[in-house]
């Protein structure tokens, strides 16, 4: 932002979005509903400019260090509420533009809100005790806070991937993996699944589709927007669990 050279303002979602703290720890932090819910709305922005923050989470690395976790996209709701804040600071910057900002945020907010009520409609189809998840790292959180998805372990316990696990702790992820009766683990597209592999082998599990957490996809993958990279995970999730829907 300081190499732009712009006075223009900067808005950080973070502050729009309903936050949870990190390291598997999914209590409701500060108990805020999301704008969207709150006002009824739907929104639209440009679904090839959508795009998931990278691992250092941009502006949103101070929340990593409060102990926030940062990956607030993985809840729809979310992305609700941070559609209606760019609408309302692209109206601020250019009134002018506001009903077509107005008619794109209602577009883009309705397909978020028909992609939560699919996801929502299939994971309470599976039975709760079926709903299990381990994967990579802590990205997953607010997702399966939003759900009802319990996060039985994570390969790399942290909010970061830079992290590593040790071997007392994928010892003991393989304990609870094999005791819990987890069938599938999941890795993250970005990274490499060898240390998740070793442990399904070992636990008796089996390794899913990588999940998009941090990025998405290039084009044809299946993820190259933010509403396929949601869709693309919430069925290989589904899917793992043992579910029998489609979203």
Request: negative net charge; aromatic residues 4%; hydrophobic residues 40%.
């Amino acid at each position: 932002m300081e190499s732009a050279g712009t006075d223009a303002p900067a808005v950080s979602l973070l502050e729009s979005v309903r936050t949870i703290e990190g390291d598997d720890d999914h209590e409701d932090h500060g108990g805020e509903e999301s704008h969207a819910d709150e006002e009824g709305e739907e929104a639209h922005g440009d679904e090839e400019g959508e795009e998931a923050q990278g691992d250092d989470h941009g502006s949103e690395g101070a929340a990593e260090g409060a102990g926030l976790d940062p990956h607030w996209w993985q809840d729809p709701t979310n992305a609700m509420a941070a559609v209606v804040e760019i609408r309302d600071a692209l109206t601020a910057a250019d009134p002018e533009g506001r009903e077509t900002y107005a008619a794109n945020a209602d577009a883009y907010l309705a397909e978020l809100r028909a992609l939560d009520e699919a996801i929502a409609a299939c994971m309470s189809s599976i039975p709760a005790e079926d709903r299990k998840l381990v994967t990579t790292h802590d990205a997953i959180g607010y997702f399966a806070d939003r759900y009802d998805i319990e996060v039985v372990g994570l390969v790399v316990p942290a909010l970061t991937t830079r992290a590593q696990a040790s071997a007392g702790e994928v010892a003991e992820l393989t304990e609870e993996i094999e005791e819990e009766g987890v069938p599938t683990i999941f890795p993250e597209s970005q990274l490499p699944a060898g240390l998740e592999q070793a442990i399904a082998d070992e636990a008796g599990a089996q390794v899913g589709p990588g999940l998009w957490t941090d990025s998405l996809g290039p084009q044809g993958s299946g993820a190259a927007t933010y509403l396929d990279a949601m869709r693309f995970n919430a069925q290989a999730m589904a899917d793992g669990f043992g579910g029998d829907c489609s979203i």
